[in-house]
C-alpha cells in the first residue's frame, strides 16, 4: 500500500461537514432535527453519542468492577441471579443487582430469563465473554486505575501544570520517571501479555523468512521474538532493551524454544551502540514512546547498522488509523501525554522521519487489525 501523502486544503466532504456543524451548533437547528421524522433517528443517534462521551468514564469504572470481581469467569459456568452472586462478591444483593444490570447494559453481561424463584438470570455477554482469556486486556484494564488518576484535570495536564504523574512513575523510561515505582517486572509483565497481538500482526503482514539476522530494540521480555523465532526457524535472534529488563529477557528467553539462537544485549539506545550483524530490525511499540529527538537520533543509529539491502520494521498503534481513530488520537495522545513524552504519529509522519534519517521506499503494509498496530517496513 503506497503512504499516502498529505494534503492541505479541506476536501469537499470536509467543507461541507464544516457547514453542517455549524447549524448544529444552534439549538433550534437541534431542537427541529430532533422534532422532524425524517431527521430525528440521526438526532437521537447523535445525542446518545454525546451522552457516552460525557458518561465513558463511569462505563470503564463498571469494567473495572466486572474485571476486579471476576464476573466473565463466575458466569462461565452458567447464568445466575443477583441472589445467588451477592454473598460470593460480598456486597448486598440490591449492589449486585446494580452492577448486574450496568453490566448488561453495556453488553458485558446478557439477560438469561428467570430462575425458579423467579429472580432475573444474567450471563455472559458479548463483551464479557472476550475477557475471558484475554490477561493482555484485563492488565490493561487495572493498568487504567494510574491513568484515571492522571487525566483527573486534562487541562493541567495539558499545560504541564500536573506536577509528576503515575505513568510517568511507572515507565522507568519515560521523562522525568522518578523510579519509586519503577519495577521493570511489572511494567514488562503487562507488556508481554498484549505482546501476542501485535506479534501476531506484524508477522502475518511480513515474512522474517527472507532474513538472517533479526534485532529487537526494546524488544521487552521476549515475546516477540520468541513469535518471530517460531515463524522463521533459520533466524538469528538479538534482544537490545535497557539493562533491567534484559535481565527479566534472558531468564525468559532462556527457557524458550529459540533459547539454542536468541542473545540479548543490554544497553540504553540514546547512549550506548547498537548490536551489528542484523539485517532486520524491529521497533515494536517503541518508537511512539519517545519525542521527536530521541525517535530521530534512533532511527538515524538503525539506519548505520544495516546494511544496503536491510529491512527496520516499526509497528506500533498509529494515529489517524481510519475506523480506530480515538485509539490513537485521543486514547495514546492522552496515555502520552500523562507519561511525559512520546507520541501516536501518522504513518505519514513516520514515513518522512524514516526519509531524513535516510532510508528509502517505505510501505505502509496491511495487517488484520490496524486498531492493535500498523506496520511500516523501510528500506
Ligand atoms: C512499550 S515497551 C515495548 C516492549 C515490546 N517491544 C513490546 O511491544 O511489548 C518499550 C520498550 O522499550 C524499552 N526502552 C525504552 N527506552 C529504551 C532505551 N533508551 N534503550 C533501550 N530500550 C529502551 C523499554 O525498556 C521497553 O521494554
Partial sequence: MRMPSPTTAPSFGEWARDRLARLQAKESFRRAAGAFPLTRPIARRRARSLFDLCAGFVYSQVLLATVRLRLPERLMAGPR???????????????????????????????????????????????GASLIDNPGVTAMIEHHGLLYDDLRDPVALLRGESGQTSLANYWPYAKGAGGAAASPDAYSALMAVSQRFVAAEVLSAYSLRRHRHLLDIGGGTGAFLIAAGAAAP????????????????????????????AEVVGGDFTADSLPTDADVVTLIRVLHDHDDDVANQLLRAIRRILPPEGRLIIAEPMAGTEGARPVGDAYFG?????????????????GSMLRAAGFRRTRLLRNPMPMVARVIVAR
Wanted: proline residues 4%; hydrophobic residues 50%; positive net charge.
Fill in 334 to 350: 492522552f496515555y502520552f501525554l500523562a507519561m511525559g513524552g512520546g507520541r501516536a504519529r501518522t504513518p505519514e509522519t513516520i
Fill in 234 to 261: 533459520g533466524l538469528r535472534l538479538t534482544l537490545f532493551d535497557l539493562p533491567a529488563v534484559a535481565g527479566l529477557a534472558r531468564r525468559a528467553l532462556a527457557q524458550s524454544p529459540v533459547a539454542e539462537r
Fill in 81 to 127: 441471579s443477583a441472589a445467588a452472586l451477592a454473598l460470593e462478591l460480598d456486597m448486598t444483593e440490591a449492589s449486585a443487582e446494580r452492577l448486574l444490570d450496568a453490566g448488561a447494559s453495556l453488553d458485558l453481561l446478557a439477560p438469561r430469563g428467570r430462575d425458579a424463584g423467579g429472580r432475573r438470570l444474567y450471563g455472559l455477554g458479548a463483551l
